[in-house]
């Protein structure tokens, strides 16, 4: 069974850029989290997706958007890139929302310069 | 408000020996809560949670965790520590009332460095 796996693993992008990453659930579940993890400040979440739909939202600048499709794919967007941004950004997907147990992938790495 | 409070920013251990990982947590209602280990570089990796029923819950690769529920307290704990121990474990907790104390909210992490 494969896990969630997160696309792609590394990525160096230019401040005011805008970067795409992208998360493929666990077969079958149709829970997406996403966080945001740093040294400083450890896991922030930012949303989660259940059935296509935003069920919560961490506190984060519009700056930072997703979405998910009918598959359960995920999408994380941000724009307008800033130093600050550079973490590691994690996706968790679960069967069901609840926070009862999630899967993580191995994240992608942005590094903003 | 929910809070998770993991005393330690690093733990120390001999290998061989009992480990501990200390959580505490604040949160209204009966908790949830979950452990879980990252090593470099990679995801987080579940352990074990408790939902209800035995205080004591067993996971994987040998830890266990003890609920306490008069002094908040969820200890992450192994008999005999490992070298391939050595990673970041995460605490986390979550409220059973309605609305954002469902939120999972977690701890900033334990550095455990297991010693050969």
């Known amino acids: 069974k494969a896990g969630v796996t997160q696309t792609p693993r590394y990525l160096i992008k230019t401040r005011g850029q805008q970067v795409t990453l992208s998360c493929s659930p666990i077969s079958g579940h149709r829970s997406v989290s996403w966080y945001q993890q740093t040294p400083g400040q450890g896991l922030q979440f930012l949303f989660e997706y259940f059935s296509e739909t935003q069920r919560n939202k961490g506190n984060f600048p519009g700056r930072f958007s997703g979405r998910q499709f009918s598959n359960s794919r995920s999408e994380m967007n941000v724009s307008t890139l800033e130093l600050g941004d550079s973490a590691l950004y994690l996706c968790a997907s679960s069967p069901v929302t609840g926070n009862l147990g999630y899967t993580f992938g191995s994240g992608t790495r942005l590094t903003v310069v | 408000a929910q809070s998770v409070a993991q005393p330690e920013d690093q733990v120390n251990v001999a290998e061989g020996n009992p480990l501990t990982v200390k959580c505490t947590y604040s949160v209204s209602g009966n908790p949830y809560l979950f452990w879980y280990v990252q090593y470099p570089n990679r995801g987080l990796q579940f352990l074990l949670k408790y939902i209800t029923g035995d205080n004591l819950v067993k996971g994987s690769y040998g830890f266990e965790a003890e609920f306490n529920k008069s002094q908040t307290s969820f200890h992450l704990k192994k008999p005999s520590a490992l070298v391939s121990d050595s990673a970041l474990y995460f605490c986390?907790?979550?409220?059973?009332?309605?609305?954002?104390?469902?939120?999972?909210?977690w701890g900033l992490g334990t550095s455990l460095a297991v010693n050969p």
């Open positions: 986390a907790v979550r409220g059973t009332n309605a609305g954002n104390n469902r939120k999972l909210i």
